[in-house]
């Protein structure tokens, strides 16, 4: 059974930071490129970063300088470094992991609130 369970979540005032955590179980973490993605209330879900299993990174203009992705194979865990955080950041955030296109395995998300 898959699980990727996120952590970290929680309310900071702008300008703060936070590190979210996604524990992967049940698959082989190490051969998946793992994503964050979030969804803002009467939003749709939206791509913020990715890093490949060779540990090449990708992410969204809207976070580019702000955000970094990081993983540690050996703890089955992909990490979210968000820095100078915004209210139009605030979002359920999930992780997700993919062998090829589509990703195929989700969690259940993290809440981050950013409060002006």
């Known amino acids: 059974q898959v699980q990727l369970v996120e952590s970290g979540g929680d309310l900071v005032q702008a300008g703060g930071s936070l590190r979210l955590s996604c524990a992967a179980s049940?698959?082989?973490?190490?051969?998946?490129?793992m994503g964050w993605h979030r969804q803002a209330p009467g939003m749709q879900r939206e791509f913020v970063a990715a890093?490949?299993?060779?540990?090449?990174?990708n992410y969204a203009d809207s976070v580019k300088g702000r955000f970094t992705v990081s993983r540690d194979n050996a703890k089955n865990t992909v990490y979210l470094q968000m820095n100078s955080l915004k209210p139009e950041d605030t979002a359920v955030y999930y992780c997700?992991?993919?062998?090829?296109?589509?990703?195929?395995?989700w969690g259940q998300g993290t809440q981050v609130t950013v409060s002006s």
């Open positions: 890093i490949t299993s060779g540990g090449s990174t």
């Open positions: 049940g698959i082989a973490f190490s051969i998946h490129e």
């Open positions: 997700a992991a993919r062998r090829r296109v589509v990703y195929t395995y």
